[in-house]
C-alpha cells in the first residue's frame, strides 16, 4: 500500500490508544513505520526517527536484536503456542527458575501473564484471596500513590492516580485509597501520612501497591529510596502486602536490574512486563513463599485464574533470551555509563526559557515546560514533539513532561543526537 492510502485507511478504521481521534483525524500526519532495527525506527517515506521512548518502553534490547529474532524462529519452529493449564515446557519452567535466581531474594515463584496490567490484576487477586483465607477477610482495601499507573484494566485503573485517566471510571473502579506521592513535596511527609493510615486502618488494609523510585506515568517522578526502605518496614509492621510494579522500572531502566534494589527491599509480590520479553506481550508476577503458601490445601484455596496467553513459550523463550542478552552485553554497566551522559544533559536543558524542573535516573531523563496550568492535555509537549519530529526523533510527551527512554543499548552516538534534538526542539518552541 502506499503511504497515504495506510493513512486515509487508518483513519477511516484504526481507534488509537491514548488518542483524542478528532484532533488525530483532523490534524496527525502519523509516523508510518516501516521497519525498525537498533534505536531507529524507519517510515515507509525512508525518513528515520530515533526512538526515543523505546517504543513505549518496551525495546529495552532496541528493535530486531538478531539473537531474539533467532530464538523466535527456532521456538515457533518447534512449539509455537500451548497452553499452560495443568501442563508445562521447557521454556517456561527454564524461565521461572532464571528469573528467580536474579529476583530480589525471597521472590520464589513466578505466575505468568500477558502484559502489565494483567500482571497487576492477579496481583491484587492475589492479595485479596489471601487475607480471605487467612482469616482476616476484612483487609481488602488498596493504598496506591496519587499520579500511580499501573495499567489500564479495571482493577490497575482502581489503583492509578492521575485524574485524566481515572476520571469516567470513577464510579465504577474499587475501593482505593490514594496518599501524597513521595516525588512531591519530601518523601517524609509522604511517609508520615501513608503511616497514619496504615497504622490506623490497616485490619481493612489487603495491599499497598507502588512504583518504585520512579512514577513513570506521572510524568517520570523520582523519589527517594529511602521511602521505599520505610514502606517496606511499615506494610511489615503494620501486616499489610507490599506490592511494587516493576513493570517499567524493571530490566536496568533506572540502573539496577530492579528498582526495589535502589533501596535493597523485597516486596511480597512483583508484577513484570514490557521489556520482559522484548517484542511479545507478556509479563510474570512474582510472589515469595508466604504468598504462595496462601493459596495451598483444600482445593477451594487454589488461584482460580489465568489469562489464556499465560506462559506462552514463544514468550517464555524470548524472556530468556532477553537474560542471557543482558548478562552477554553487560547491559547494566552500559546503563551506568550512558546514564550519567543522560543526566549531565539534562542538567544543562535546566537552563533553557521555558523549562521548569529538570530530573534523571538510569536511562531515563524528563523536563517539565511551562505549560501556565495547562497540564496533561496542554499543548506544549507536543510542540516539541512536532520539533523533534523534523529533526529525527519520535519523542512522545507525557502532557507538559518532555523525556527520554531510550533503548539502554542505543549508542553513543545515536545517544548523543537524541539528546542534542530534545535540545533543539525545546529551544524551537520558545
Ligand atoms: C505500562 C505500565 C503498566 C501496564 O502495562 P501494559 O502492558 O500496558 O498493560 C503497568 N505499570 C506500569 C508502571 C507501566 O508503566
Not at 116 to 123: D, H, L, M, N, P
Not at 326 to 346: C, N, P, S, T, W
Not at 377 to 392: C, D, I, M, Q
Request: glycine fraction near 10%; charge should be negative; charged fraction near 20%.
Amino acid at each position: 500500500m502506499k503511504r497515504d492510502e495506510i493513512v486515509r485507511r487508518d483513519k477511516q478504521f484504526l481507534w488509537h490508544p491514548y488518542t483524542p481521534m478528532d484532533a488525530y483525524i483532523a490534524e496527525v500526519d502519523p509516523i508510518v513505520v516501516a521497519s525498525a532495527a537498533g534505536s531507529w525506527l524507519t517510515d515507509l517515506d525512508g525518513t528515520r526517527y530515533l526512538d526515543g521512548n523505546s517504543s513505549w518502553w518496551v525495546a529495552s534490547l532496541g528493535h530486531g536484536h538478531p539473537r531474539l529474532l533467532r530464538v523466535l524462529a527456532e521456538q515457533s519452529a518447534t512449539l509455537a503456542h500451548c497452553s499452560l493449564a495443568g501442563i508445562t515446557h521447557e521454556p517456561g519452567v527454564r524461565l521461572a527458575e532464571e528469573l528467580c535466581a536474579i529476583a530480589p531474594p525471597g521472590l520464589s515463584r513466578v505466575f505468568y501473564t500477558d502484559n502489565g496490567s494483567t500482571s497487576i490484576e492477579v496481583a491484587v487477586k492475589m492479595a485479596a484471596q489471601l487475607w480471605r483465607q487467612s482469616g482476616a477477610p476484612r483487609k481488602s482495601r488498596f493504598v496506591a500513590l496519587e499520579g500511580a499507573f499501573h495499567g489500564d484494566t479495571l482493577g490497575a485503573t482502581s489503583l492509578g492516580g492521575i485524574e485524566v485517566f481515572r476520571r469516567p471510571f470513577a464510579n465504577i473502579v474499587f475501593d482505593c485509597v490514594h496518599v501524597p506521592s513521595p516525588a512531591e513535596g519530601g518523601h517524609e511527609r509522604a511517609f508520615e501520612a501513608i503511616a497514619r493510615i496504615l497504622r490506623a486502618e490497616g485490619d481493612s488494609i489487603a495491599a499497598v501497591v507502588i512504583e518504585p523510585v520512579v512514577q513513570g506515568a506521572a510524568g517520570m517522578q523520582i523519589y527517594d529510596p529511602a521511602y521505599l526502605r520505610a514502606l517496606r518496614e511499615l506494610t511489615r509492621e503494620t501486616d499489610v502486602l507490599l506490592i511494587v510494579d516493576e513493570v517499567f522500572t524493571g530490566y536496568g531502566r533506572t540502573g539496577p536490574m530492579w528498582a526495589c534494589e535502589h533501596a535493597g527491599i523485597t516486596p511480597d509480590l512483583l508484577c513484570l512486563g514490557k521489556a520482559f520479553a522484548s517484542l511479545l506481550p507478556m509479563g510474570a508476577t512474582l510472589a515469595t513463599e508466604r504468598v504462595f503458601d496462601a493459596f495451598r490445601g483444600p482445593k477451594e484455596n487454589a488461584l482460580y485464574y489465568g489469562h489464556t496467553f499465560c506462559g506462552h513459550p514463544l514468550g517464555a523463550a524470548l524472556a530468556r533470551e532477553v537474560l542471557a542478552i543482558y548478562r552477554d552485553e553487560a547491559v547494566l554497566a552500559q546503563v551506568a555509563r550512558k546514564g550519567r551522559r543522560i543526566a549531565q544533559a539534562f542538567d544543562a536543558l535546566a537552563a533553557l526559557p521555558g523549562v521548569e524542573r529538570v530530573r534523571s535516573i538510569g536511562m531515563i531523563g524528563a523536563a517539565d515546560l511551562a505549560d501556565g496550568a495547562a497540564g496533561y492535555l496542554g499543548p506544549v509537549g507536543w510542540r516539541v514533539y512536532e520539533e523533534a519530529r523534523k529533526r529525527g526523533a519520535y519523542l512522545r510527551p507525557l502532557g507538559s513532561t518532555v523525556y527520554v527512554c531510550p533503548p539502554l543499548t542505543i549508542s553513543d552516538e545515536d545517544l548523543d543526537r537524541l539528546l542534542e534534538i530534545l535540545d533543539e526542539s525545546i529551544r524551537a518552541v520558545r
